[in-house]
């Protein structure tokens, strides 16, 4: 097969305190060398913590609406919106509203939560 090929039935479900996220698409599917895709789920109030990772992802929202703090510039995205978050830059996502997010990076992507000694590596959605 030319296409790595994912159905319904085998999209992995992460739940947090924060949020769930189901994994589309990622190299533990076998369907991805490097890339991985996800959704993000958060009811209204949630809030992940404030965290960074070793490489760029891109968030857009497919309905609800979040807060995205990014270096401590607060922006608010609705239904339609996308925002690109470089390497390195501290983030946290609070959800204004019911809403789901679709996201994409790395696989390798390495997270660290600010105020903790050690990185606490690579989420298990991502990779």
């Given amino acids: 097969m ?12 992460t739940e947090t305190p924060n949020a769930v ?6 190299p533990s599917q076998g369907s991805t060398s490097g890339l991985s895709m996800w959704t993000a789920q ?8 404030l965290h960074s990772f070793d490489s760029e992802q891109i968030w857009h929202v497919l309905h609800g609406q ?3 703090t990014i270096d401590g510039e607060q ?12 390497a390195g830059r501290e983030r946290q996502v609070t959800a204004l509203a ?7 990076g790395y696989a390798t992507a390495v997270a660290s939560v600010s105020g903790e000694a050690s990185p606490r590596g690579v989420p298990a959605w991502i990779g």
């Fill in 2 to 13: 030319s296409a790595g090929l994912i159905r319904t039935h085998e999209v992995r479900r």
């Fill in 21 to 26: 996220m189901n994994t589309l698409a990622s």
């Fill in 42 to 49: 958060m009811r209204a109030g949630q809030r992940g913590p």
């Fill in 66 to 68: 979040v807060e995205i």
């Fill in 75 to 86: 922006l608010r995205l609705g239904a339609g919106d996308t925002v690109v978050v470089a």
């Fill in 98 to 104: 019911e809403t789901q997010m679709l996201v994409c």
